[in-house]
Protein backbone atom coordinates (compact mmCIF):
# COMPACT_ATOMS: atom_id res chain seq x y z
CA UNK A 1 0.00 0.00 0.00
CA UNK A 2 0.72 3.69 -0.82
CA UNK A 3 2.67 5.66 1.71
CA UNK A 4 0.00 8.20 3.01
CA UNK A 5 0.27 11.05 6.08
CA UNK A 6 -3.09 11.17 6.92
CA UNK A 7 -5.05 8.08 6.52
CA UNK A 8 -4.50 4.44 6.32
CA UNK A 9 -5.40 1.72 3.94
CA UNK A 10 -6.00 -1.70 4.42
CA UNK A 11 -8.09 -4.37 2.37
CA UNK A 12 -10.31 -7.23 4.11
CA UNK A 13 -10.96 -9.66 1.19
CA UNK A 14 -12.95 -7.82 -1.56
CA UNK A 15 -13.16 -5.06 1.31
CA UNK A 16 -11.19 -1.79 0.89
CA UNK A 17 -10.56 0.20 4.05
CA UNK A 18 -9.85 4.27 4.76
CA UNK A 19 -9.14 5.12 8.25
CA UNK A 20 -8.61 8.35 8.77
CA UNK A 21 -6.07 9.27 10.69
CA UNK A 22 -5.07 12.87 12.13
CA UNK A 23 -6.13 12.19 15.86
CA UNK A 24 -4.18 14.88 17.20
CA UNK A 25 -6.82 17.33 15.49
CA UNK A 26 -9.75 14.89 15.66
CA UNK A 27 -9.30 13.99 12.17
CA UNK A 28 -9.66 17.34 11.26
CA UNK A 29 -9.96 17.30 7.26
CA UNK A 30 -7.03 19.51 6.12
CA UNK A 31 -6.68 19.46 1.77
CA UNK A 32 -3.86 17.02 1.90
CA UNK A 33 -5.90 14.78 3.99
CA UNK A 34 -9.05 15.00 1.67
CA UNK A 35 -6.92 14.85 -1.17
CA UNK A 36 -4.76 11.23 -0.05
CA UNK A 37 -8.77 9.93 0.52
CA UNK A 38 -10.26 10.81 -2.63
CA UNK A 39 -6.87 9.54 -4.29
CA UNK A 40 -7.00 6.19 -2.57
CA UNK A 41 -10.94 5.75 -3.76
CA UNK A 42 -10.00 6.45 -6.91
CA UNK A 43 -7.41 3.30 -6.60
CA UNK A 44 -10.15 1.39 -5.11
CA UNK A 45 -12.20 1.92 -8.03
CA UNK A 46 -9.88 0.83 -10.15
CA UNK A 47 -9.17 -2.41 -8.38
CA UNK A 48 -11.30 -5.25 -9.63
CA UNK A 49 -10.56 -7.31 -6.60
CA UNK A 50 -12.11 -4.59 -4.51
CA UNK A 51 -16.07 -4.63 -4.60
CA UNK A 52 -16.77 -1.93 -1.64
CA UNK A 53 -15.29 0.49 0.54
CA UNK A 54 -15.59 1.21 3.95
CA UNK A 55 -13.91 5.05 5.18
CA UNK A 56 -13.95 5.06 9.21
CA UNK A 57 -12.45 7.01 11.60
CA UNK A 58 -10.31 5.30 15.03
CA UNK A 59 -12.16 4.87 18.07
CA UNK A 60 -12.94 8.42 19.43
CA UNK A 61 -14.27 10.16 16.32
CA UNK A 62 -15.07 10.19 12.39
CA UNK A 63 -13.52 13.85 11.64
CA UNK A 64 -14.55 16.77 13.38
CA UNK A 65 -15.03 19.43 10.08
CA UNK A 66 -12.57 21.42 7.72
CA UNK A 67 -9.44 21.93 9.16
CA UNK A 68 -10.44 25.21 10.92
CA UNK A 69 -6.42 26.34 11.62
CA UNK A 70 -5.27 26.29 7.43
CA UNK A 71 -8.28 27.86 6.64
CA UNK A 72 -9.07 31.18 8.72
CA UNK A 73 -6.59 32.80 7.10
CA UNK A 74 -7.88 32.22 3.52
CA UNK A 75 -9.64 35.03 1.28
CA UNK A 76 -12.31 34.96 -1.33
CA UNK A 77 -9.18 35.20 -4.29
CA UNK A 78 -7.38 32.38 -2.58
CA UNK A 79 -10.21 30.27 -2.57
CA UNK A 80 -11.24 30.66 -6.06
CA UNK A 81 -7.58 30.25 -7.02
CA UNK A 82 -6.83 27.32 -5.39
CA UNK A 83 -10.79 25.77 -5.40
CA UNK A 84 -10.03 23.48 -3.04
CA UNK A 85 -13.43 21.77 -2.59
CA UNK A 86 -13.23 20.93 -6.04
CA UNK A 87 -11.73 17.53 -4.85
CA UNK A 88 -15.23 16.76 -3.13
CA UNK A 89 -16.85 16.43 -6.66
CA UNK A 90 -14.20 13.13 -7.46
CA UNK A 91 -16.72 11.33 -4.75
CA UNK A 92 -19.22 11.42 -7.63
CA UNK A 93 -17.64 9.49 -10.04
CA UNK A 94 -17.20 6.52 -7.59
CA UNK A 95 -19.62 4.17 -8.56
CA UNK A 96 -18.75 1.52 -6.02
CA UNK A 97 -20.35 1.26 -3.02
CA UNK A 98 -19.46 3.48 -0.17
CA UNK A 99 -19.70 2.97 3.12
CA UNK A 100 -19.29 5.14 6.64
CA UNK A 101 -18.60 3.56 9.75
CA UNK A 102 -19.33 7.00 12.07
CA UNK A 103 -17.95 7.02 15.77
CA UNK A 104 -17.62 10.11 18.01
CA UNK A 105 -18.14 13.26 16.22
CA UNK A 106 -18.79 13.73 12.39
CA UNK A 107 -19.01 17.31 12.42
CA UNK A 108 -18.90 20.22 9.14
CA UNK A 109 -16.80 18.50 6.49
CA UNK A 110 -16.81 15.08 8.95
CA UNK A 111 -20.41 15.14 8.39
CA UNK A 112 -20.36 15.96 4.40
CA UNK A 113 -17.90 13.17 4.28
CA UNK A 114 -20.16 10.67 5.83
CA UNK A 115 -22.79 11.74 3.48
CA UNK A 116 -21.04 11.74 0.46
CA UNK A 117 -21.41 8.04 1.24
CA UNK A 118 -23.67 5.66 0.08
CA UNK A 119 -24.69 4.26 3.52
CA UNK A 120 -23.40 5.12 7.06
CA UNK A 121 -23.37 2.80 10.00
CA UNK A 122 -22.37 4.84 13.15
CA UNK A 123 -22.00 4.20 16.87
CA UNK A 124 -25.25 5.40 18.84
CA UNK A 125 -23.19 7.74 21.01
CA UNK A 126 -22.65 9.26 17.77
CA UNK A 127 -22.88 12.96 17.36
CA UNK A 128 -23.15 14.85 14.00
CA UNK A 129 -23.69 18.50 12.58
CA UNK A 130 -22.95 21.29 11.02
CA UNK A 131 -21.26 23.72 13.52
CA UNK A 132 -19.67 26.32 10.71
CA UNK A 133 -22.37 28.84 11.36
CA UNK A 134 -20.94 29.08 14.93
CA UNK A 135 -17.76 30.10 13.12
CA UNK A 136 -19.60 32.72 11.01
CA UNK A 137 -19.67 30.70 7.94
CA UNK A 138 -21.64 27.80 6.40
CA UNK A 139 -21.02 24.47 4.96
CA UNK A 140 -19.02 24.17 1.91
CA UNK A 141 -18.35 20.95 0.89
CA UNK A 142 -22.03 19.40 0.31
CA UNK A 143 -24.03 19.84 3.33
CA UNK A 144 -26.65 21.98 2.41
CA UNK A 145 -27.58 19.92 -0.70
CA UNK A 146 -26.95 17.03 0.25
CA UNK A 147 -28.31 17.14 3.90
CA UNK A 148 -31.77 19.10 2.76
CA UNK A 149 -31.97 15.94 -0.09
CA UNK A 150 -31.91 13.68 2.94
CA UNK A 151 -34.57 15.68 5.02
CA UNK A 152 -36.03 18.52 2.96
CA UNK A 153 -35.82 22.12 3.85
CA UNK A 154 -37.06 22.79 7.03
CA UNK A 155 -35.20 20.06 9.21
CA UNK A 156 -31.95 21.15 7.13
CA UNK A 157 -32.35 24.95 7.86
CA UNK A 158 -33.04 24.35 11.48
CA UNK A 159 -29.84 21.94 11.93
CA UNK A 160 -27.55 23.88 9.72
CA UNK A 161 -28.81 27.45 10.88
CA UNK A 162 -28.76 26.24 14.85
CA UNK A 163 -25.29 24.64 14.64
CA UNK A 164 -26.13 22.19 17.08
CA UNK A 165 -25.15 18.89 17.36
CA UNK A 166 -27.64 15.48 16.80
CA UNK A 167 -27.48 12.48 18.16
CA UNK A 168 -27.30 9.10 16.57
CA UNK A 169 -30.75 7.92 16.86
CA UNK A 170 -32.53 11.38 15.58
CA UNK A 171 -30.11 10.75 13.18
CA UNK A 172 -31.34 7.37 12.00
CA UNK A 173 -35.59 8.88 12.37
CA UNK A 174 -34.86 11.05 10.15
CA UNK A 175 -33.03 9.20 7.27
CA UNK A 176 -29.81 10.38 7.47
CA UNK A 177 -27.71 6.87 8.20
CA UNK A 178 -28.54 3.71 8.26
CA UNK A 179 -27.78 1.41 11.39
CA UNK A 180 -27.01 2.42 14.74
CA UNK A 181 -24.63 -0.43 17.09
CA UNK A 182 -22.66 0.03 20.21
CA UNK A 183 -19.60 1.65 20.12
CA UNK A 184 -17.42 -0.98 20.29
CA UNK A 185 -18.76 -2.78 17.39
CA UNK A 186 -19.65 -0.17 14.88
CA UNK A 187 -16.28 -1.12 12.82
CA UNK A 188 -17.11 -5.10 13.12
CA UNK A 189 -21.07 -4.49 11.99
CA UNK A 190 -19.61 -2.50 9.49
CA UNK A 191 -17.60 -4.70 7.78
CA UNK A 192 -20.07 -7.41 8.19
CA UNK A 193 -22.35 -5.04 6.12
CA UNK A 194 -19.71 -4.34 3.78
CA UNK A 195 -18.61 -8.17 3.67
CA UNK A 196 -22.33 -9.15 2.46
CA UNK A 197 -22.42 -6.27 -0.18
CA UNK A 198 -19.04 -7.64 -1.39
CA UNK A 199 -20.71 -11.34 -2.37
CA UNK A 200 -23.71 -9.37 -4.49
CA UNK A 201 -23.07 -9.04 -8.17
CA UNK A 202 -20.51 -5.79 -8.60
CA UNK A 203 -22.74 -4.88 -11.93
CA UNK A 204 -26.00 -5.14 -10.35
CA UNK A 205 -24.59 -2.69 -7.13
CA UNK A 206 -23.20 -0.06 -10.00
CA UNK A 207 -25.82 -0.03 -12.12
CA UNK A 208 -28.63 0.28 -9.10
CA UNK A 209 -26.41 2.93 -7.57
CA UNK A 210 -26.61 5.19 -10.86
CA UNK A 211 -30.21 4.56 -10.93
CA UNK A 212 -31.11 5.61 -7.35
CA UNK A 213 -28.84 8.51 -7.39
CA UNK A 214 -30.10 9.53 -10.43
CA UNK A 215 -33.84 9.78 -8.78
CA UNK A 216 -32.75 12.77 -7.08
CA UNK A 217 -31.63 14.65 -9.87
CA UNK A 218 -33.66 13.92 -12.69
CA UNK A 219 -38.12 13.93 -13.28
CA UNK A 220 -39.76 10.66 -12.85
CA UNK A 221 -39.85 9.65 -16.83
CA UNK A 222 -36.26 10.30 -17.33
CA UNK A 223 -35.36 8.24 -14.19
CA UNK A 224 -37.51 5.06 -15.06
CA UNK A 225 -35.87 5.02 -18.69
CA UNK A 226 -32.62 4.98 -17.08
CA UNK A 227 -33.56 2.22 -14.79
CA UNK A 228 -34.76 0.41 -17.83
CA UNK A 229 -32.08 0.59 -19.82
CA UNK A 230 -29.79 -0.53 -16.48
CA UNK A 231 -32.58 -3.76 -15.96
CA UNK A 232 -31.58 -4.34 -19.75
CA UNK A 233 -27.94 -3.67 -19.48
CA UNK A 234 -27.75 -6.09 -16.42
CA UNK A 235 -28.82 -9.07 -18.66
CA UNK A 236 -25.46 -8.72 -21.23
CA UNK A 237 -23.42 -10.01 -17.79
CA UNK A 238 -22.68 -13.46 -16.54
CA UNK A 239 -23.34 -12.45 -13.53
CA UNK A 240 -27.42 -12.23 -14.38
CA UNK A 241 -26.93 -15.42 -16.25
CA UNK A 242 -24.82 -17.00 -12.97
CA UNK A 243 -27.78 -15.36 -10.26
CA UNK A 244 -30.42 -16.83 -12.54
CA UNK A 245 -29.12 -20.22 -12.53
CA UNK A 246 -28.06 -20.60 -9.34
CA UNK A 247 -31.47 -19.49 -8.49
CA UNK A 248 -33.29 -22.76 -10.40
CA UNK A 249 -30.46 -24.81 -9.72
CA UNK A 250 -31.19 -23.99 -5.77
CA UNK A 251 -27.81 -22.95 -4.87
CA UNK A 252 -26.13 -19.66 -3.84
CA UNK A 253 -24.95 -17.89 -6.73
CA UNK A 254 -20.85 -16.97 -7.34
CA UNK A 255 -20.84 -13.35 -8.65
CA UNK A 256 -17.59 -12.38 -10.89
CA UNK A 257 -18.02 -9.14 -11.78
CA UNK A 258 -18.80 -9.90 -15.72
N1 LIG B 1 -10.11 21.98 12.77
C1 LIG B 1 -8.91 22.05 13.38
N2 LIG B 1 -8.65 21.53 14.60
C2 LIG B 1 -9.65 20.92 15.24
C3 LIG B 1 -10.95 20.81 14.68
C4 LIG B 1 -11.16 21.38 13.40
N3 LIG B 1 -12.34 21.28 12.75
N4 LIG B 1 -11.74 20.17 15.56
C5 LIG B 1 -10.99 19.86 16.62
N5 LIG B 1 -9.72 20.32 16.44
C6 LIG B 1 -8.58 20.20 17.37
C7 LIG B 1 -8.69 21.20 18.50
O1 LIG B 1 -8.23 22.47 18.12
C8 LIG B 1 -7.82 20.53 19.55
O2 LIG B 1 -6.47 20.78 19.23
P1 LIG B 1 -5.40 21.13 20.41
O3 LIG B 1 -5.38 19.91 21.28
O4 LIG B 1 -4.14 21.38 19.67
O5 LIG B 1 -5.95 22.33 21.12
C9 LIG B 1 -8.07 19.04 19.31
O6 LIG B 1 -8.58 18.94 17.99
C10 LIG B 1 -9.07 18.45 20.27
O7 LIG B 1 -10.26 19.26 20.21
P2 LIG B 1 -10.99 19.84 21.51
O8 LIG B 1 -10.00 20.11 22.62
O9 LIG B 1 -11.84 20.99 21.07
O10 LIG B 1 -11.88 18.58 21.93
P3 LIG B 1 -13.27 18.58 22.70
O11 LIG B 1 -13.54 17.15 22.99
O12 LIG B 1 -13.28 19.56 23.82
O13 LIG B 1 -14.36 19.11 21.61
C11 LIG B 1 -15.40 19.22 19.42
C12 LIG B 1 -14.62 18.35 20.46
C13 LIG B 1 -16.77 19.54 19.99
C14 LIG B 1 -15.54 18.39 18.17
C15 LIG B 1 -14.61 20.52 19.16
O14 LIG B 1 -13.25 20.19 18.90
C16 LIG B 1 -15.14 21.33 18.02
O15 LIG B 1 -16.15 21.99 18.15
N6 LIG B 1 -14.42 21.30 16.86
C17 LIG B 1 -14.75 22.13 15.72
C18 LIG B 1 -15.95 21.57 14.95
C19 LIG B 1 -16.28 22.47 13.77
O16 LIG B 1 -16.55 23.65 13.92
N7 LIG B 1 -16.28 21.87 12.57
C20 LIG B 1 -16.60 22.60 11.34
C21 LIG B 1 -15.34 23.05 10.67
S1 LIG B 1 -15.62 24.09 9.26
C22 LIG B 1 -16.06 23.05 7.98
O17 LIG B 1 -16.08 21.84 8.15
C23 LIG B 1 -16.38 23.70 6.67
C24 LIG B 1 -16.85 22.78 5.58
O18 LIG B 1 -18.02 22.66 5.33
C25 LIG B 1 -15.91 22.06 4.76
Known amino acids: MSEYEHILVRTEGKV ?7 PKSLNALNRKM ?3 IVGQLEMFEANRQIRVVVIQGNEKTFAAGADIQEMMGETPLSFEMADPFSVWDRFMSIKKPLIASVTGYALGGGFELALHCDLIIAAEDAKFGF ?3 NLGVMPGAGGTQLLTRLIG ?3 ALEWIWL ?3 MGAKEAKELGIINRITAPE ?3 EETMRFAEKLAEQSPIALRLIKEAVNKAEDVPLREG ?3 ERKN ?6 SKDQKEGMRAFVEKRRPSFKGE
Open 185 to 187: IVF
Open 153 to 155: KRK
Open 163 to 165: GEH
Open 16 to 22: GVIELNR
Open 34 to 36: IEE
Open 231 to 236: FYLAFD
Open 131 to 133: PEV
Open 224 to 226: LTI
